[in-house]
DNA sequence: TGGAGGACCGGAAGCGCTTCCGACAACCAT
DNA sequence: ATGGTTGTCGGAAGCGCTTCCGGTCCTCCA
């Protein structure tokens, strides 16, 4: 350890040194930065003894290539942008790990955008910082807005979003509609005639009209069954929000025998509010949601289960596919989802027919 | 629309366009490209007029300059590596969002590399995929071992961890032992005597004795009770685990009257099985948790908070700090953590003095 | 009025790679 | 023996910036 290097932490740093360049290794290995170019990335047109010369100096070295020269040079950047509203959120976290999962494996690194709060995402559609910086970008949840539309097309790559409909983008994600039906008829078959619903919106996000929503509504006509306005009300995303929520229902003159949430963490939030009501799960009172968020499992919650990180997975596949220049089989892929029964729905405790008013 | 422009999914796709250089704008704007340059970094010796006019010719044409140029022709990258093992975990995600947040701020990227599982953290460290991307390395939430450290160092950039001790890097965490005091302190001044413990492990990484176990133990001399070994399981940090670990000290012949789990998601997981044991919580079983996962006031769970995010935060800082050339205040930055009392703790129903054996 | 100094600017040399193109040698078929 | 391959290799031209270095031109003071 020479006395440039200067030791911070523990940490031996020698900013005096710098890095291998090619041409180093290529003179010490007595040929030219062409030829150990070719034989460092497996390019053809080196013999196999110069190509073992080249790679054993580089690795006596332990050379590595700057990725910032080599995409200069050849114009690709072997990099994607991944953005995303939240992090913290299982289900966000859950996708980004399918995402970089893939990615990693391809050798293409991933960029974290995180665009929270409407300013951030503002901000970002504004600055556009990924620009010149990514091959492609995967928009993670959340619909896309006609005017950041514009912007992003300024990036001029591939866009792929992932779990979030769009009529624009290739994209993966579940049926809304279908979830949202598979948990009303599952409440409708258990006998409820009076369900609640609790739409989960978020604030800082643009809303749109959610497939869980209708779902509800065309599953009540169906059966037949009034649709009770104040049998339906929306809270941000989040538990709390969701508690609050149900308390509002329970406050209904007539509450409803089951309420159909639409994720989990809203669902879990209610179910405190009904115990602190000192009401029972499920005989007074069914719930489901949707997700199969790991908090379900524990606390016994029916809902609908949709894969997540698989839906991160394929979304990378398909940034992959287009950055080969194919074309994809498919421009939007949707995964099924699937009834969990677990104990917080239960057939209502009366007959029905005497409750409905 | 010319000719050339292909339309994939409704975005306009123009690869034969190639982005505008310095050296057109600066062209246009009938200056060399030194001076183009300079009027783009704000750097002086440009008259305001000229700096202008570059400004505008940019601004027409939207031009932006490309990173990889600029960090070739400066030798700085202004990336930053953030290596998790976890995403879809509340704790990591969070603290991801905070450190993403500050370095946006700064303009600095962030590069994301998830290493879940053992082979993953394995490969990151024999490949080191950021070899030469990044000015500095974040890791979130583990600690390196002896032979992994040595890797990083071929790295040559600074390097913090956040969330997690650390006797080499400079670090943000909170006090593990105080924690684990408090929760366990809790238990004790409501009178419990006989205090379970599920300590969280991580299969997949590397276990250290941890400060959480130790408060345990520390809490039981000093309120001299006698430590009884089959009061304390360990499991992998989750809800399902966190269940059957309490499954297990449910079955004792004399089961605690208090448990004291690692983490909110294992104490969850134990309600569950308290729960399904047809136990009541606090009456026949209190339990607290470590961190204030937002789904620990959903269960109304008593826990001991602490602030995720400005852990991120801060560590980030520190690598701005660190970036600046600047000399740490402070090696290692202790954050405090907080008891919450929540409805999931009570004194113990029966005297305490008739249980002790 | 002359020259020193400063403000402003442009040319050009890198930064560390990839890749085109030409050179050379050895080797084949004619 | 000769022309044409084929297989290797190196020189050098970029890629799009930053920045050193020097050149103009103008100002200001002696």
Sequence with gaps: ????????????????????????????????????????????????????????????????????????????????????????????G???????????????????????????????????????????VIVVGFPVEEAERARLELLNVNIVAAGGQHEVYPNVCIDDYRAGRQAMDHLLFLGHRRIGMIEAVDLDQPTEPSGRSSAYREALKESKLPL???????????????????????????????????????????????RRAGLRIPEDISIVGIDDHPVASLVDLTTIRQPVRSQGELAAQMVLALLEGKTLPEREITVSTQLIVRSTTAPPRQDPSQISS
């Design 1 to 92: 350890m020479d006395g440039r290097a200067s030791i911070k932490y523990g940490v031996v740093m020698d900013p005096t040194r710098p890095q291998m360049t090619l041409a180093d290794i290529a003179r010490l290995a007595g040929v030219g930065s062409a030829t150990a170019s070719r034989a460092l990335n497996n390019d053809k047109g080196v013999s196999a003894q110069t190509r073992q010369r080249v790679l054993n100096v580089a690795a006596q070295y332990s050379y590595v290539v700057s990725p910032e020269a080599v995409r200069l040079a050849k114009g690709k950047l072997g990099r994607v942008a991944v953005v995303a509203p939240h992090l913290s959120r299982w289900f966000f």
């Design 94 to 136: 859950e996708m980004v790990e399918g995402i970089e999962t893939v990615f990693r494996d391809a050798g293409i690194d991933v960029l974290l955008y995180f665009v929270g709060s409407l300013e951030d995402r503002r901000a970002f559609f504004e600055k556009l910082p990924a620009r010149r910086k990514v091959d492609a």
């Design 228 to 274: 009770d306005p104040e049998l339906v009300v929306s809270a941000p995303w989040g538990g709390e929000q969701g508690a609050q929520a149900m308390d509002a229902l329970l406050s209904l003159k007539t509450p409803p025998t089951a309420v159909y949430a639409h994720s989990d963490e809203v669902a879990v939030g209610a179910m405190r509010s009904i």
